[in-house]
């Protein structure tokens, strides 16, 4: 710490200038945290960031519109009318999770107290495509973790069939990611709920299911109204999201839902009487800014249900253009959102589809995400193998680092347990990547690509990209 400090104006710039280092959030295509809101957000929330929400006594409109804001994410996610829906701001989805897991851990301590049983070694049971934020619950509160190897087949996340191997009477639950930070895929709430039934009804093991939703949670029920994944699969006891994601709102802000208020433990909710009036907090950590709850709100009213579903079929209809144009070229596409449901095979384009260089004005007949796999507007991918054989010498990794140089960050990392010797390129592809910004990138994808191979970038790249379809 400096002995004297500088005007305001100079450490302003100071740091002003510093920053100005960092990479372009716009360009930042590793990242699921959104980067940009509407000017009237902003002003929110630069009028209510020095508000503590857990005040509630000396802020009690904060307080309401946080509970107006668990509302509404407990009837999106189909939380049941006879039940009580209970949940909480959080800093992020890995608070969420911790909070989600603590709830299955106590109930099912509490269980095995009554029965007389050891409750001394519980584990939990995910796959190995798990975020971290899942293995540091587990590490952090005495859990043991079992992890679910992937296959490469099975898009890198975990097979139901396979996690009931790992299930014992120790288990104090399965997470379930719908949204894979790897590939984007979904995994199958509903086959695993099922498969857990058919457990219970053969050893007598009643295992609950806690639903990683980090970004899955603010896509499926907008672009898969269908998709049985939330509280109408009666397993489900938790749900987790991250506001700062699809949410649509500046980092940090999760949340985290329980169906019922008698799936929270009482040992995680604590009473105060200190701050002018009695509180309950069930959150590991005490102070939080109202604002970006606040935030959040703005977009639920700013946006409602339509807003958000255009902004859905908006980032996998761009998604769906870059898995094309990469499908047809010299990679493997790995995600699975612009393949059709009934077939597996990426939709067939009628002579009046329109390429990506067609113009604005165009339809968009093949928008409906539910005839798509379902999954994250996020397109992850890996060189061909014809174009590793043909070209030996080039290391997928020089792909990021090349691309990092255009500005773009496309991170390149290795697959996770079960599928390790595969490399993988991911695109998340967020509301501030746009058309425009998307054929950009696939011609800086294509360009280096070719580059790296010893030959001319453009004179193959245009006719690919013209023959590119919806």
Excluded at 103 to 117: F, I, P
Aim: net charge negative.
């Amino acid at each position: 710490m400096p002995k004297v400090g500088l005007p305001s104006k100079s450490a302003y710039q100071l740091l002003h200038d510093e920053t100005a280092l960092d990479g372009n959030p716009l360009l930042n295509l590793a990242s699921f945290v959104h980067t940009w809101m509407p000017e009237e957000a902003n002003k929110l929330i630069v009028e209510n960031m020095n508000k503590n929400l857990v005040d509630l006594d000396e802020y009690p409109a904060a307080g309401i519109i946080h509970n107006r804001c668990i509302s509404m994410l407990g009837d999106l996610w189909k939380a049941p009318k006879e039940g009580k829906v209970i949940g909480t701001a959080t800093a992020g989805s890995s608070e969420a999770i911790m909070l989600g897991g603590l709830a299955m851990k106590k109930r099912w301590q509490e269980a095995r107290k009554k029965d007389g049983k050891d409750y001394f070694h519980p584990n939990i049971v995910f796959g190995s495509n798990a975020q971290v934020a899942l293995e540091k619950f587990a590490r952090y509160f005495d859990v043991e973790t079992r992890l679910v190897p992937v296959k490469l087949e099975n898009g890198c996340v975990m097979d139901p069939n396979d996690a009931l191997q790992y299930i014992d009477e120790n288990t104090i639950g399965v997470i379930v990611i719908l949204g894979s930070t790897y590939t984007g895929h979904f995994e199958d709430v509903e086959l695993m709920s099922r498969l857990l039934d058919e457990l219970q009804a053969r050893t007598g093991l009643d295992i609950p299911i806690h639903v990683d939703g980090a970004s899955g949670a603010f896509i499926a029920p907008f672009a898969y109204p269908n998709l049985k994944w939330d509280f109408r699969v009666p397993r489900v006891v938790s749900i987790n999201t991250s506001g700062h994601k699809f949410g649509l709102v500046y980092p940090g802000l999760g949340w985290v839902l329980w169906r019922d208020e008698s799936y929270l433990h009482k040992d995680l909710v604590f009473e105060l009487h200190y701050l002018g009036s009695t509180e309950f907090t069930f959150t590991l950590n005490f102070s939080k800014p109202a604002a970006p709850v606040i935030a959040q709100m703005f977009n639920f009213l700013n946006l409602g249900f339509d807003g958000y579903k255009k902004i859905a079929y908006k980032d996998l209809r761009n998604a769906r253009m870059l898995s094309k144009a990469l499908d047809s070229t010299y990679f493997t596409v790995m995600s699975n959102i612009h393949r059709r449901v009934d077939t597996g095979e990426m939709s067939s384009s009628s002579s009046s589809d329109l390429s990506i260089f067609s113009g604005r004005e165009r339809r968009h007949s093949n928008d409906d995400p539910t005839q798509y796999i379902p999954g994250l507007p996020v397109v992850a991918f890996r060189l061909s193998d014809k174009y590793k054989q043909e070209n030996p010498h080039v290391k997928q990794e020089w792909i990021q680092s090349m691309l990092r140089a255009k500005g773009w960050i496309v991170p390149n990392y290795g697959a996770p347990q079960g599928a390790e010797d595969i490399e993988i390129l991911r695109v998340v592809v967020r509301e501030t990547l746009s058309e425009d910004l998307m054929e950009r990138l696939i011609i800086d994808i294509l360009g280096v690509a070719e580059s790296l191979m010893g030959t001319p970038s453009f004179p193959l790249l245009l006719p690919l990209l013209s023959a590119v379809q919806f």
